[in-house]
């Protein structure tokens, strides 16, 4: 029996009774009102055509350019901060977890490549969805962000199990030559400074065809200190840099015929990690042998430099034939990614060397370098027709991907075996001195056909149904090698197929007026766990961890009423929705305790329900103002549990029933105002405010588990004696894994005319330290740490329009 949140049953009454009042008030308004300013109409795409905001009839969110410019949006994590039921979990430089409506499995980490995404992510008509590493493109020249809420299968069905997230670009525009030049430059508030050039311009190239070309450079400051062994502190270290470029031609070959090739390329350089640590095994307040370290804000402790890179490259061609009563779409595509994350494993590796094990300092100090490295390259392709009449609009295609993605792992601690005569070199991949060594590779088909038609019953009901049926295949090779792993090749894979499908009612109660209903189905393929390095796992860890191979599909039934409505004359819009989401064998990610593994287990049910608002209004000629926010209740209805050797059942690593599912908070919501003001010689002034409140969360469901929280430090395998650093000042640490919430405000004053545009602005006015995700290794024994957000930044922009 489907179990519904008194919350949901008030909202949804709230959702009825609001319509029937929209609609008595807004009766007999026409969109265009002579006493004020319409507001500007957004066009999305959310259905593979072309229409406005207001007559899709699901729940849609969009952020235009001038809005994200004019708010100080930067990234794809500030855009979730502004978009209701929208949540971006930061876990280290170009890593995140993207959640829609609350159905998250909390945080992911690099060394589950097998682990797929809850949120299919689109650049226009190109997938370029990937776990754990979501493309965070740079925003400049976009036309818009679209984040589709709810499962989006049946015509975004790449990973899209709870929602779809689009980056839009502008189009290369044969009407005109034009561009424009923006320079910036920002200080952070204790930290460096930084800055960027970005261009683009668009041209036509005779009468059939135009180019639009953009390139970007920015210098990204740091704000995190790093305490070295030496007792010095080493400034900024988390700097970095991010370039890249579009380059798109659009080709009218013949009549009726457009064909767009495009290149995308984007490389981010982050010299360290925006964590703050609060305790590091190597480096902490109770050590006697060793330098105290006593970790202020946006501090950390290193031994030597991390690095993170990312660099992208998407080929695309679209190409469009108007037949005059139906339209051929096909998007062939070509992605590669290449990542590389360099960290100090020094806590984790010196927890085992120095505490399970006993070698002496000498050793368990030795520069631990952990490098992961992602490989993934692969291509996709969709044809599609599609065609409208008065009463009739369809969509009906078949899409094909192939990806290939190589994953390794290598940790080598130079002059290990020479100093302690411990055999390193493994009988397959693992060097001399390398201690833990893998290597990963998937090989991930899919194939789909699907379709979608709208029949408008009437003037005031349209009815729209979609299926999509899906098939994958995925094989996988691991092998593992080191002392601290269980050295071995095995093979295997993941295979499934079915139907994903949707059905739409969308009413309209008066010209202004909407109300919708939907269900929809989502689905994230299953897949196989890594073996657990057996060399670190104590024996309890074993048993409690140990036999799972593999985990299952997870599946998600969507279920939402919702109303959209223009009032005051066209001059402010109310859309809402309430939903239900029933998550069938959630894919719950835990953190294998000693074994420094993770593993995916399956909870049976879990659901996500709440209620989620947009309301804007262009007030006056002068002065507009939005405010968002949602409320969600997501929750484990079931529990996992684990038995002992002595047969005693405990649920296992927090997958109780009743536990919040990890990194979406219940509410969050946000406010925006922009007042323009008249100036002299063809100039205006402009102030734009925007507030953003986050709730509070925690990163992983392991953070609910009995005693979380508490780090015994007194508490390794001590087989050759002695206590990192010891004997300690106290023999407990305690944090809180509770992320807190949170509240980000940006302010801007800006001046424009035609052609320029001069922006001051502080972002993070208050200077807001958020905790944004735990970071912990070793499940929090050898360091336990937070990722940061960036503090107050103080920053000036020019914009000249050509």
């Not at 370039?243 to 009726?256: A, I, K, P, V």
């Not at 989502?522 to 890594?530: A, I, V």
């Not at 804007?616 to 050797?645: C, H, K, M, P």
């Amino acid at each position: 029996m489907v179990r519904t949140p008194l919350s949901l049953s008030i909202a949804t009454a709230l959702l009825l009774s609001s319509a029937t009042a929209f609609a008595q008030n807004s009766a007999g308004q026409e969109m265009n009102d002579a006493s004020g300013s319409v507001m500007e109409e957004i066009t999305v795409t959310a259905r593979k055509r072309s229409e406005t905001l207001q007559d899709v009839p699901f729940s849609v969110a969009a952020k235009t350019e001038t809005q994200i410019r004019r708010s100080g949006l930067t990234s794809l994590e500030d855009i979730s901060q502004t978009v209701a039921s929208f949540s971006v979990q930061n876990l280290g430089p170009g890593q995140s977890v993207v959640a829609i409506r609350g159905s998250s499995a909390g945080k992911q980490d690099r060394d589950l490549p097998g682990i797929k995404e809850q949120v299919g992510v689109y650049l226009d008509e190109s997938v370029i969805s990937l776990s754990l590493f979501t493309p965070d493109l740079d925003l400049f020249d976009l036309s818009r962000v679209e984040v589709l809420r709810g499962p989006q299968g049946t015509l975004f069905g790449s990973g899209s199990l709870s929602g779809t997230l689009r980056y839009i670009t502008n189009q290369p525009d044969p009407e005109d030559a034009y561009g424009a030049v923006e320079l910036n430059v920002n200080a952070i508030d204790s930290g460096g400074t930084g800055g960027y050039g970005k261009a683009f311009f668009n041209t036509p190239l005779g009468d059939n065809a135009a180019l639009r070309v953009v390139a970007y450079y920015d210098d990204l400051p740091g704000f995190i200190d790093s305490h070295q062994p030496d007792g010095s502190l080493k400034r900024d270290v988390n700097d970095g840099e991010r370039y890249g470029g579009r380059f798109s031609l659009r080709l009218e070959t013949m009549e009726n015929l457009v064909v767009t090739p495009r290149l995308v390329y984007q490389k981010v350089t982050v010299n360290g990690y925006n964590r703050e640590d609060v305790f590091n095994i190597l480096g902490n307040e109770f050590t006697t042998t060793r330098p105290q370290v006593v970790m202020g804000e946006n501090e950390q402790y290193t031994q030597f430099d991390e690095i993170f890179t990312d660099e992208f490259t998407l080929l695309d061609l679209k190409v469009e034939y108007d037949f005059g009563s139906m339209n051929l779409t096909s998007v062939s595509s070509y992605t590669n990614r290449n990542i590389v994350a360099g960290r100090d494993a020094g806590a984790l590796t010196s927890s085992i060397t120095g505490g399970s094990i006993g070698l002496p300092e000498a050793v368990y100090t030795l520069d631990s370098p952990l490098d992961d490295a992602t490989d993934v390259s692969g291509w996709t392709q969709e044809l599609r027709l599609d065609g409208s009449s008065d009463t009739l609009a369809w969509v009906a295609g078949v899409f094909y991907s192939d990806f290939e993605r190589d994953y390794g792992q290598g940790l080598l601690v130079k002059g290990f075996e020479d100093m302690t005569g411990i055999p390193t070199k493994g009988d397959f991949i693992a060097p001399k001195d390398g201690l833990f060594w893998s290597a990963l590779q998937y090989d991930f088909k899919q194939l789909a056909v699907f379709g979608e038609a709208t029949w408008s019953v009437s003037d005031r009901l349209d009815l729209t149904g979609g299926l999509r049926y899906y098939d994958f295949d995925e094989t996988r090779v691991q092998t593992f090698d080191g002392i601290f792993a269980a050295p071995g090749t095995t093979t295997g894979g993941a295979k499934a197929d079915g139907f994903a499908p949707r059905v739409i009612a969308d009413f309209a109660v008066n010209d202004n007026v909407t109300v919708n209903g939907q269900i929809s189905k989502g689905f994230r393929l299953g897949g196989l766990n890594d073996p657990l390095n057996i060399p670190l796992c104590t024996p309890e860890d074993l048993t409690t961890f140990g036999g799972n191979d593999n985990f299952g599909d997870e599946k998600l039934w969507n279920y939402e009423v919702g109303m959209k409505s223009v009032f005051m004359g066209g001059r402010a819009t109310f859309n809402t929705a309430v939903f239900y989401q029933n998550l069938q064998d959630l894919q719950a990610v835990l953190l294998a305790g000693s074994c420094s593994s993770r593993i995916v287990f399956n909870v049976p049910k879990a659901h996500s329900a709440g209620v989620e608002f947009e309301l804007a209004a262009q007030q006056t000629d002068r002065f507009d103002w939005a405010i968002t926010a949602s409320y969600i209740n997501a929750e484990l209805d079931s529990s996992v549990t684990s038995t002992g050797a002595d047969g005693t059942v405990t649920v296992l690593a927090g997958l109780a029933d009743g536990n919040r599912l990890p990194s979406v908070p219940e509410f969050q919501g946000s406010a925006a105002a922009t007042y323009v003001f008249p100036m002299d010689g063809g100039w205006e002034g402009y102030i734009h405010a925007i507030v953003s409140y986050v709730g509070n969360r925690v990163t992983q469901f392991g953070d609910y588990s009995e005693g979380f929280g508490t780090v015994n430090m007194l508490g390794f395998e001590q087989s050759g004696g002695g206590t990192i650093g010891g004997p300690l000042t106290q023999s407990t640490f305690t944090f809180d894994f509770v992320l807190p919430s949170y509240t980000i405000a940006n302010t801007r004053l800006g001046f424009r005319n035609d052609r320029w545009d001069i922006a001051f602005y502080v972002n993070n006015f208050t200077d807001e330290h958020a905790r944004l995700a735990l970071d912990q290794e070793r499940g929090s024994r050898a360091r336990v740490g937070f990722l940061v957000n960036q503090p107050r930044t103080y920053g000036v922009t020019a914009r000249i329009s050509f």
